[in-house]
């Protein structure tokens, strides 16, 4: 028991992942996501008496490691606060300019950076990270194992990384003796594809990068900014500005092929949410169960990174 507490009690250091897609992929990079198949892929090395004791420990408060969501090269998404108003009766060039702001979704490393330290940095035009195309794939028997001869194309829309963007980066607080381990678990991850038709290879990537990384966070911090998909918990702060969004997830793995492979809907705070609190925070949320019907021991991962922030106390916004 004591080695076990002593376990739990080392410290924690952020890393920053890189991922390299293959090609295109069906499903985001959210934290939630990644979480649930490093599961699985814990579970296929280390067997399931070892899963559930790494669950006991995110369960506990002591996880070995919580990610972010997966960003496109090195952007970040932008903080979800309302444009400080700078007069009474703006003109209509501030009144474009908030418009301009309020439309941005993601941000530069160094803009973030700003906003980190209370500084609402103009976001630069970037061009779209992500795009989506239409490719036609065909249809293949299960009886004779070959394409049909009629009737046998079918269309399905998939993603890819724009070619400005060379990498998805996570950003995770990892417990110091399970930064190799964590790697290892994302390399297993990245042969097998992640999501959605992860069979027929989406989802593939390898691992380019993982190096100890730091934001540039400020001492005098009163907030925090989100950068997964969290569930918080009774302890975690609540006065902020939340961004919403109703998680619909699917079971992974042998379950995803069972009569009813999905979860509960599962109303999650998003990246970019932004939350007051001066205490000292690594990440917040929780480990949600109860989360499929017929499979009591699945659960969902609502933990993820939170980055210290200097925050305007009196957030004004143009209407």
Avoid at 19 to 40: E, N
Avoid at 55 to 81: A, N, T
Avoid at 197 to 210: E, I, N, Q, Y
Wanted: glycine share 8%; aromatic share 12%.
């Amino acid at each position: 028991m004591g080695n076990h507490s002593a376990s739990m009690n080392k410290e924690m250091k952020m890393y920053r992942l890189r991922l390299k897609p293959d090609g295109s992929f069906r499903t985001s990079w959210s934290s939630d996501t990644l979480t649930g198949a490093l599961f699985w892929a814990y579970y296929r090395r280390a067997g399931e008496d070892a899963l559930a004791q790494l669950l006991r420990e995110f369960r506990l408060g002591y996880p070995r490691f919580v990610l972010s969501s997966g960003f496109p090269g090195d952007l970040l998404p932008k903080p979800f606060l309302p444009a400080a108003r700078q007069a009474e009766k703006p003109t209509l060039e501030q009144l474009r300019l908030y418009k301009k702001i309020k439309k941005t979704e993601w941000l530069t490393s160094e803009d973030f950076n700003c906003w980190l330290l209370g500084k609402q940095a103009m976001p630069q035009e970037l061009p779209p990270p992500f795009f989506t195309e239409l490719v036609m794939h065909n249809e293949v028997s299960r009886l004779t194992g070959t394409t049909g001869d009629t009737h046998s194309l079918f269309a399905m829309e998939e993603t890819f990384l724009n070619e400005s963007q060379q990498c998805i980066t996570v950003y995770a607080f990892v417990r110091e003796d399970w930064q190799s381990s964590l790697r290892e678990l994302f390399a297993d991850l990245g042969k097998g594809g992640i999501g959605a038709r992860a069979s027929t290879g989406k989802g593939t990537f390898c691992v380019s990068d993982c190096d100890e990384f730091n934001f540039s966070s400020p001492q005098n911090f009163n907030g925090y900014i989100l950068l997964g998909n969290a569930v918080p918990k009774a302890a975690d702060p609540a006065r902020g500005y939340m961004k919403i969004d109703v998680k619909r997830g699917k079971l992974g793995e042998e379950k995803s092929k069972t009569t009813n492979p999905f979860k509960k809907p599962l109303l999650m705070l998003k990246p970019g949410s932004v939350f007051y609190s001066q205490r000292e925070l690594k990440w917040i949320g929780r480990i949600v169960g109860d989360i499929a019907p017929g499979f009591p021991e699945s659960v969902q991962c609502g933990m993820a990174v939170v980055i210290p922030a200097i925050l305007p106390e009196k957030q004004q916004a143009w209407c």
